[in-house]
């Protein structure tokens, strides 16, 4: 009797090993065990514990919840899915080469592409936008780097300043400040009334103002153009021309680039004028001796 029993216990091990049973399904795909293995729609599972046969959006994986809710994994030649419901809109795909795609978009070129956007951090979203970082911070934004780590560049918020910084490193000065009436810091978080302040030089090869007014003025007919003698009590009480701030003015408000070279303009006609009118003096002092001389070497005669 035990060695009876002791043949079946073999045989039984045998088969549980070595043997390949079919589960008795109600579709066209059986479903194999084999080996340890469970084979949907195969019967030679050999990728995994479960390995899962087919083509097509109703030859993979479902997940349903019983209330409507169905989460699908599957293949559809190349490209493998994990959608909602089915919906290449609702998920992701990957392809043979490993190129990942978000929504519904063909990815053949880049490792991530992303359909209708990305969004990281916590709290609600309450943007529209490609790309959301909900952060505030140096280190909850976007950040750029070398492989040796030597150059880093930021993109980020300070929601207590009410600033968005673009800088080298985090520091908040090394780079560039944009506030929320649109204003731009370029090494300084201070703005002002600027549209652009910047906390250094500015190199150019050219800078071009646009103005309302021109110092042509200065020779209408009806300008007045004071005398020398008048300018030169003027400069004596003021320590400046007329029309031109004083050094003190300037210091503690600057200058406007516009409105400065319109009035240096307007003392350089001011100038021509004044040259102008002595020249003419000269001409007539030159007229009269010269009559003297006549007059002399007659008289000589």
């Known amino acids: 009797m035990k060695k009876i029993l002791l043949v079946c216990l073999i045989a039984i091990i045998s088969l549980s090993v070595s043997a390949q049973t079919q589960v008795p399904e109600n579709s066209s795909s059986p479903i194999y065990f084999k080996a340890g293995k469970l084979g949907v729609g195969t019967s030679s599972p050999e ?22 809710s169905t989460y699908r994994m599957y293949r559809i030649g190349d490209i493998a899915y994990l959608t909602r419901a089915g919906d290449n809109n609702k998920g992701f795909s990957i392809t043979a080469t ?15 592409a992303i359909a209708n956007g990305l969004y990281l951090g916590g709290g609600a979203i309450t943007r529209a936008g490609t790309l959301q970082i909900n952060g505030t911070g140096a280190d909850n934004g976007l950040t750029l ?100 701030p004083s050094e003190e003015k300037v ?37 009269e001796n010269q009559n003297l001389q006549h007059e002399i070497e007659n008289l000589k005669k």
């Open 47 to 68: 990728h995994g514990k479960v390995e899962i046969a087919g083509d097509g959006l109703d030859q993979g994986l479902t997940i349903y919840n019983g209330i409507g």
């Open 98 to 112: 490993g190129y990942v795609g978000l929504g519904n978009v063909n990815n053949t070129s880049f490792q991530l």
């Open 145 to 244: 780097w070398t492989a040796n780590g030597d150059m880093t560049a930021r993109l980020w918020i300070d929601a207590a300043k009410d600033l968005m910084y673009l800088t080298k490193g985090a520091g908040s000065t090394n780079g560039i400040c944009i506030a929320r009436n649109g204003s731009v810091g370029i090494g300084t978080e201070v703005t002002g009334t600027h549209k652009l302040a910047v906390e250094g030089t500015i190199g150019a090869r050219e800078i071009k103002v646009e103005t309302t007014a021109w110092a042509d003025f200065v020779f209408n007919d009806d300008y007045h153009l004071i005398g020398l003698m008048e300018l030169e009590s003027f400069i004596q009480t003021n320590n400046h021309l007329p029309d031109i």
């Open 251 to 287: 210091l503690e408000e600057g200058v406007s680039l516009g409105k400065m070279d319109a009035k240096l303009l307007q003392k350089i006609e001011e100038l021509t004028l004044y040259v102008i009118d002595l020249s003419k003096s000269v001409e007539t002092l030159k007229t």
